[in-house]
């Protein structure tokens, strides 16, 4: 058992949440679950939520976090907390007293962040562990039931994920039916002064390029049944809830470990305690050679902004912002050259990365714009459903911004649409400059 | 323990009030939950095995890529073989690793510049249709199962129903074996046992001694007597051998393709593979013929530069040939298997339909297998209708029994219904 007591947790926090109040956050309450390290894989496994319906790329993702632990090839996390109220944590049995100090202390940062920023307005922080509940439950009527079984199931499921991240990615937009957006432009037309929609062609659709593949299948495949229509429904939502995480993921991480670092540092903890403190700190916001650690990215343009402009902004900031804004407005020449940011790119003939661009002068500018196109859901392609023909067709195109697709991945997506729609679909995107239909 | 409760006695702000007035520290005081629970059941126990089942099918799958690319004929079933297993990755859409998809990153403290190299060399992604090596793409999740051989065996055999199978399609040859079973008074001379016969005459020398009909001092010599004698007893007994030997047959003419050998190589693979898990030892003898045979070594089995015409028969007659020599019917199970595409010269058919016929009287299992499509075969057939002439596939449904089967393997994924076909068990 560990060298800890309950009694000290609770100590500790209540001298933690009294020094968060000072700082002027608000966060959701928080529970925390003591748990063991196979309990926390588990977690993990199922992205932190205690509810989350089951398919076996969960029990993948255990399995490879198991081996990579029992290799040593990675640690767990010190922290994982849930956008929810209150916000659900886990604290492992194994771990010594001052990672939880520093992990509560974290959890309070992000639990603010959860609460405050304008990304997670429409995520539903109330319900969200009953939402999931109840459509674990579901999921699992259908795998049981006798005319439907494991094997469909997992066909549909397994298709809504390879295309999980095809949703809008402009969180708490509430998507519009066709019905509500034939009415919208119904009424942009009747009141229309400019005659700017005079030609708009009302019978298409869908009336504007919808991003929603998901949402889109389940509501105009004619051919799908209710419960394959749920399931397609279930995984929307879920990438709903996800999305301002993944939008906010630099700004959130910077956020709880400014936070963590100012609450411990105030907090009086033993010297060799904060011994432990500093160690785990600077393993959490280190530099990663060659790469990006949003923990260090976010936390050193937190710092700039305090240095700056005083935490009053930055609570100002962690209020409005995403990683993209956050970066375009903050991530300046200064920060750039101090982080020693650059871009590179691999090069085929070679099999080389080559780094393209360092930070200067001229190019910062370049290479923060390129930072921005790869963080979040930037990272990933954006396919739009252009046009439902009359005959069925689906018509989807990938919007290309330079960057072309993966070919092989993207065929084996392809066919996993096709499972969706059950009908004809055509996909196009670009390749070395050709458009190439799939 | 039970769960830790603690009453949090402050009301909460709802969390979509968006008002954000700075510092409220005055209105309440805030605590946490901790909670201390241990959950029995492992929660991702049931979608683990899933993802292993998926695995499992998946080996399978992978197999072909194994028999594809290592030399595994005579191989010791020690050793160790990697199976790559794809297909149980995610997909989604993503971007290309190239020139075009510029990443950023960072290098504190370190001095960086232009055009330098960073990171490890990656092998250049092929394009589509240029092979389909695993590994090769960046980001592609691979499994690699090390197993070896013998484990692989189990695997693929796995799904067979071997109680039935032993049954009916599995025969060892029996063989009478002289055993010795002990001694006994009768025999021939070279049977003869000296020392048990010695131990007769020294028994009744004390007893005579004890009864006082000899006396030792008086130097007389004691004699052997008729009873004395002892002589081996060998007895006749039934064994089974389990020593096999596997013949493998193929035509290297002009027209069996790469492509037709590869089919075949998987093919005899099995075959092997299937007999190796089932005798404590195996032999195997390849031999290649074109208008005639000659028995070569499996390097060149596979490899052989095609030449010449098709006489299958000289192929089977070598077979005959060499279990003549070397390998008598009695003491070993024998399995033949041929390979071919079926193009023979007519002139040749009925004396290797007269082969296989005498040759599956002493096989165990003997097997007939054509490469190529049913579709190309049907031309040749409505081509040949006029003349009458019939190939080597209609001659030797003429000898098909339970012994002796026929088998067509068109492309990779007949190989397993085509084996269970021959051994029996599902598909």
């Not at chain 2, 126990?45 to 899933?50: G, Q």
């Amino acid at each position: 058992m560990s060298d800890w007591s309950m009694e000290e947790l609770q100590g500790w926090d209540k001298k933690i949440c009294t020094l968060g109040e000072t700082l002027g956050l608000d966060w959701y309450p928080i529970e925390y679950e003591i748990c063991d390290y196979k309990e926390m894989m588990g977690h993990m496994a199922y992205t932190g939520l205690p509810t989350h319906y089951r398919h076996w790329s969960y029990g993948k993702s255990f399995d490879r976090i198991q081996t990579e632990y029992n290799l040593g090839m990675s640690g767990l996390p010190y922290e994982m907390i849930i956008n929810s109220n209150p916000s659900i944590s886990y604290l492992m049995t194994e771990n010594p007293m001052p990672t939880h100090i520093l992990t509560m202390a974290h959890c309070v940062g992000h639990s603010d962040f959860f609460k405050n920023n304008r990304m997670f307005s429409e995520t539903g922080a109330d319900t969200v562990i009953d939402r999931f509940k109840a459509a674990g439950r579901r999921v699992k009527k259908y795998m049981e039931d006798p005319l439907i079984g494991v094997d469909r199931v997992e066909r549909i499921l397994d298709a809504c994920h390879a295309v999980r991240f095809q949703v809008p990615r402009s969180p708490g937009v509430k998507r519009r039916n066709h019905k509500g957006l034939k009415k919208y432009y119904e009424d942009l037309m009747r009141n229309d002064t400019t005659r700017r929609w005079e030609s708009f062609d009302l019978n298409r659709l869908p009336l504007e390029p919808d991003s929603n593949l998901l949402a889109f299948i389940a509501e105009h495949n004619r051919f799908l049944e209710e419960w394959e229509r749920d399931l397609i429904r279930i995984v929307e939502k879920e990438s709903l809830y996800f999305i301002p995480q993944a939008c906010t993921k630099i700004m959130n991480e910077g956020w709880a470990c400014m936070i963590h670092e100012k609450i411990v540092n105030a907090l009086g903890i033993p010297d060799d305690y904060f011994l432990s403190f500093i160690r785990l700190h600077n393993q959490v916001v280190r530099p990663h050679l060659g790469r990006i650690n949003p923990y260090h990215l976010g936390f050193k343009i937190f710092k700039y902004i305090e240095k700056n402009q005083g935490f009053e902004e930055c609570l100002r900031v962690r209020e409005t912002h995403n990683d993209e804004t956050f970066l375009k407005t903050y991530l300046n020449e200064e920060l750039c050259k101090d982080l020693n940011l650059f871009t590179y790119s691999f090069h085929q003939k070679e099999g080389f990365n080559r780094i393209t661009e360092v930070s200067g002068e001229d190019t910062w500018q370049t290479i923060r714009d390129d930072l921005i196109k790869t963080v979040g859901l930037n990272s990933l392609p954006v396919v739009l459903v252009k046009k439902l023909e009359k005959d069925g067709t689906l018509i989807l195109e990938h919007e290309h911004d330079g960057r072309d697709l993966e070919l092989s991945e993207a065929n084996k997506v392809f066919e996993h649409i096709n499972d969706l729609w059950q009908g004809e679909v055509r996909f196009t995107t670009v390749i070395e400059d050709e458009t190439w239909e799939f | 323990m039970l769960p830790t409760r603690m009453v949090i006695a402050t009301r909460w702000k709802s969390p979509n009030s968006r008002t954000h007035n700075l510092p409220q520290k005055t209105t309440y005081n805030k605590m946490s939950i901790f909670r201390e629970h241990k959950t029995i059941a492992d929660r991702a126990a049931s979608d683990r095995s899933r993802h292993r089942q998926k695995i499992e099918k998946a080996i399978k799958e992978s197999i072909r890529d194994v028999v594809a690319e290592e030399s595994i004929i005579g191989q010791s079933g020690k050793k160790k073989i990697k199976i790559p297993v794809k297909g149980i990755k995610e997909h989604r859409f993503t971007y290309g690793t190239n020139e075009k998809n510029t990443q950023v990153g960072s290098a504190q403290g370190k001095e960086v510049r232009q055009g330098q190299r960073i990171g490890h060399r990656r092998r250049v992604t092929p394009k589509e249709g240029q092979g389909d090596k695993p590994g090769d793409k960046p980001g592609e999740e691979m499994y690699e199962i090390e197993m070896s051989l013998e484990e692989l065996a189990g695997y693929l055999f796995s799904d067979l129903e071997l109680p039935e199978l032993e049954k009916k399609n599995f025969k060892f040859t029996t063989q009478e074996k002289m055993k010795r079973k002990g001694k006994r008074p009768y025999g021939i001379r070279p049977r003869l046992s000296k020392k048990e016969t010695i131990k007769q005459k020294l028994r009744r020398k004390k007893a005579a001694i004890k009864a006082g009909s000899y006396d030792p001092e008086s130097g007389e010599r004691f004699t052997f007597h008729e009873s004395d004698l002892r002589y081996k007893h060998i007895a006749p007994v039934q064994k089974e051998n389990t020593a096999a030997v596997v013949f493998f047959v193929m035509d290297v003419s002009g027209s069996m393709t790469k492509s037709k050998k590869f089919l075949a190589r998987s093919f005899f693979f099995l075959l092997y593979q299937f007999l190796n898990h089932k005798y404590s030892s195996i032999d195997v003898v390849f031999i290649s013929h074109t208008a005639d045979a000659n028995e070569v070594n499996e390097e060149q089995f596979f490899t052989q530069v095609p030449n010449g015409g098709t006489l299958v028969s000289t192929g089977l007659v070598k077979v005959e040939e060499i279990i003549e020599k070397r390998y008598h019917p009695n003491n070993w199970n024998i399995y033949t298997f041929y390979c071919g595409d079926g193009d023979n010269w007519s002139i040749d058919n009925k004396e290797a339909l007269a082969s296989f016929r005498r040759l599956k009287q002493i096989n165990q299992t003997m097997c007939y297998t054509e490469i190529g499509r049913l579709q190309d075969y049907r031309e040749y057939s409505l081509f040949a209708s006029g003349t009458g002439e019939k190939r080597l596939w209609d001659w030797t449904k003429l000898a098909e029994d339970k012994n002796f089967k026929r088998i067509r393997l068109e492309e990779h994924k007949d190989i397993w219904p085509a084996f269970t076909k021959l051994f029996g068990g599902r598909t």
